[in-house]
Structure formats: structure tokens, C-alpha cells
């Protein structure tokens, strides 16, 4: 019996072939979605399509269109539920990146995607956009107030001028080596005091929750992002540093359909 090609398209030729070895979920968000609630589509073909909730518009984006969230709209897309492609601490590595827009003012505490909510057992992981010591950051938390946890970190420095630009799409990538047990964070082309960030969880099993995945919100409705997303991806391995790159390429970023 042939095998559905819907399930080859990850290791299908093309210029990213490589690239797109371990990828479970690949949203490109170009979806046309200039009026109600449109289905960000999945692009692997694993079937981890994401609902609108409240008209996610779309508009411009790094590579084609985006997403637009507005906290105030409480506009958020979700999986339809505990879906394992797309679990975080469940003793596998990943890599989880994407492209970030923050208009106009840095905002502190939007979250940007999330397995997770404050009840306990269900703190999974979240990263958000926020404010720190009057530095702007973009962070990753597992299992926020459980112990063990971690918290990657990225962003400005202490230096006049280095800041994370307002109005501007900026690079995300955080990744978790579960044999090691090793974190790793980057904002942009990681260049820079603080533009990496890494950690090591501690021993012990962190909480796995049964939330669904989330973009633009974390699941009890702390957080909801102001900003857009683009290009948002996640991989069942460590992604290197030269793909890291290859995923920025020098801000332009890539479609990794080609």
C-alpha cells in the first residue's frame, strides 16, 4: 500500500530537505485571513493544525503573511488538544523557533505560545515577551513554580543603545537537549552580551501537562500577546547552530516549504 505523500513532505527534495529532518510542526501563517476564523494549516502534514479563536488576521509577514494578535480582542490559535508532536517535557529533546513582532511598545509578560497554565501539574512551558531589571527580554520557562524548573532568557543588554527593537520582527530559538539535560536560547543572530542564553535542567521529572498547545496566549488566558507570528516551528531534535543560522538568514529569514 503506498504510503499518503502528505506524511513525506518533511523529508521531501527540496532546498531545506535537511532542515526539515525531525520537524513534527511547521505553521508558515499565510494562510488568507483577512476576515473570521481561519485554520492555521500545519505544513508537515502530522495533522497539528491550529483553530483561530476570535479572527487572528493575517498580515505581512517575514517570509509571505503573518499572524496578528491583540490582547485586548483575546486572539489566540490552538491545537485541538494534548497532542504528543507538540509536548515539550515528555524526555525528548526539541527545538522550538520562530519570528516575534512587538509593535510600538515592548509589552511585559505577553505570552507568545504555551502548553501550559498556572494549575499545578499542568506548567509545562511557555515563552513570552518581557520586561526584566527595565531590560526587554524574550523568555522560556519550564515548569514555571514547580521544582525543577529552568528559564532561558534573551534579549537587551546593560549597554546604552543595545536594545531589542519596538516595530520590528525579531528571530527566536530555544532548544533542550534531554540526554544532557541542557537549555540554549538566542534572540536574532545571537550576537552579543545576552543575545544567547544557556542552562541545565536539575534532576528530578519535570511536569508534562495535558494543556493544548497555544500561539498568542497561555491556555487560563494570562498573557495574551500583542504582536505577530511568523514561521513558527518545532523539531523533535537539537537544532545546530549553523541551521540556526540558516533559519535567519541575516533577518530575512526562510520558507521552509522550499
Not at 96 to 121: C, E, K, L, M, Q
Request: hydrophobic letters at 35%.
Amino acid at each position: 500500500m503506498p504510503m499518503n505523500p502528505r506524511l513525506l513532505r518533511p523529508l521531501a527534495r527540496g532546498r531545506y530537505n535537511a532542515l526539515r529532518v525531525g520537524l513534527v510542526a511547521y505553521w508558515p501563517l499565510n494562510e488568507d485571513a483577512s476576515a473570521g476564523d481561519v485554520t492555521a494549516d500545519d505544513w508537515t502534514g502530522r495533522g497539528n493544525n491550529l483553530t483561530s479563536n476570535n479572527s487572528v488576521p493575517s498580515v505581512a509577514g517575514v517570509q509571505g503573511n503573518a499572524r496578528e494578535f491583540t490582547t485586548a480582542n483575546s486572539e489566540y490559535l490552538s491545537a485541538a488538544g494534548d497532542n504528543a508532536d507538540l509536548r515539550f517535557m515528555d524526555g525528548r529533546s526539541w527545538t522550538f523557533a520562530g519570528w516575534v513582532y512587538i509593535p510600538t511598545t515592548w509589552p511585559s509578560n505577553h505570552v507568545f505560545s504555551a502548553r501550559d497554565d498556572v494549575t499545578a501539574g499542568n506548567r509545562e512551558i511557555n515563552f513570552r515577551c518581557q520586561i526584566q531589571g527595565g531590560l526587554r527580554r524574550i523568555v522560556c520557562q519550564t515548569a514555571p513554580g514547580d521544582s525543577p524548573g529552568i528559564q532561558l532568557t534573551v534579549g537587551d543588554t546593560a549597554v546604552a543603545g543595545d536594545n531589542l527593537a519596538v516595530d520590528a520582527w525579531h528571530f527566536f530559538a530555544f532548544t533542550y537537549d534531554s540526554s544532557s539535560r541542557n537549555g540554549f536560547g538566542r534572540v536574532n543572530d545571537g550576537v552579543g552580551s545576552n543575545k544567547t542564553d544557556t542552562t541545565t535542567l536539575p534532576a528530578g521529572t519535570p511536569p508534562v501537562g495535558t494543556t493544548a498547545f497555544n500561539l498568542g496566549r497561555r491556555q487560563d488566558g494570562f498573557g495574551y500577546l500583542t504582536g505577530r507570528l511568523d514561521e513558527v516551528a518545532k523539531w523533535d531534535r537539537v537544532l545546530s547552530g549553523d541551521e540556526l543560522d540558516t533559519l535567519y538568514n541575516n533577518g530575512a529569514g526562510i520558507d521552509l516549504r522550499q
